[in-house]
């Protein structure tokens, strides 16, 4: 790995998270190092417990680490204030959950249009978009529905489509097909892989080798720390 790569998407050095436990501190990552160039796609993988969750919110800046650096897009995230590192993190990346976090009592598209609502974004531009988005999933003809009246498959896609709504170069996305059966997570790999075609970077958990293996790069914890990293296809685990 270079000592430093200003063109990294990503790049983070001796990244640590420990956790306040009634026990104690636990520490659920213990240096971990990583670079993450663009037009990559990686999958995290390793067992239930290793620190992929802690690692992918830290990433997405949902959290923040206990020790290490986190450059995204070549600023380090520590230094910037609670506002620009808002900004930052709304133009630069999508984050997508297992559980598609839709919410239930809004439009799906103005569910794929809310980002744009905290960037301040008109709201006719806002519409244009979220339809574009939800046609490019695969559900324009749904704009107007509610989440409840579509399948599981089809939420996560309009969660994806809300990911992207703000034009990111990255995506995270922790078990992205972790609720979904195998036929409708193959579909959805196939959106990711399509993304990743027009250059998206995308960093996506799963514990599963038939989805890891849609990923070009597989990288894999155990107990808090990177075991293993390889180019899809190179063999071995
Ligand atoms: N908020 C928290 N407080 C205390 N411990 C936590 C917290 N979040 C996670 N942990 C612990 O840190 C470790 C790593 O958790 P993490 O959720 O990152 O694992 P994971 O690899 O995503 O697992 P899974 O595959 O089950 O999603 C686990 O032992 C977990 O119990
Ligand atoms: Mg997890």
Redesign the pocket.
């Known amino acids: 790995m270079p000592a430093m790569d200003n063109a990294a998407v990503i790049r983070v050095a001796g990244l640590g998270k420990s956790?306040?436990?009634a026990a104690g501190l636990?520490p659920?990552?213990k240096g971990v190092d990583l670079e993450v160039r663009p037009g990559e796609f990686i999958a995290i993988m390793?067992?239930?417990?290793?620190?992929?969750?802690?690692?992918?919110?830290l990433l997405g800046c949902l959290d923040t680490p206990t020790v290490g650096d986190y450059f995204l897009a070549g600023k380090n995230v520590a230094q910037m204030d609670r506002d620009a590192l808002a900004l930052l993190r709304n133009r630069t990346l999508g984050f997508v959950f297992q559980g598609f976090n839709l919410l239930p009592r809004m439009s799906l598209q103005d569910n794929v249009a809310l980002p744009l609502v905290y960037a301040g974004v008109d709201r006719e531009t806002r519409r244009e978009r979220a339809r574009a988005l939800l046609a490019k999933v695969g559900l324009g003809q749904y704009a107007e529905s509610l989440p409840n009246r579509i399948s599981g498959g089809q939420q996560q896609r309009v969660a994806i489509a809300r990911a992207l709504v703000n034009r990111p170069r990255l995506i995270l996305a922790?078990?992205p097909t972790g609720n979904l059966d195998s036929h409708t997570s193959e579909e959805i790999m196939r959106l990711f892989e399509a993304l990743n075609d027009e250059g998206i970077t995308i960093v996506l958990?799963t514990?599963e080798p038939d989805i890891a293996a849609h990923c070009k790069r597989q990288v894999r914890?155990l107990d808090?720390q990177i075991v293993s990293d390889r180019l899809t296809g190179e063999g071995g685990a």
């Open positions: 956790y306040e436990t636990f659920a990552l390793g067992p239930s417990g290793s620190g992929k969750s802690t690692f992918m919110n922790d078990e958990v514990h914890f808090g």
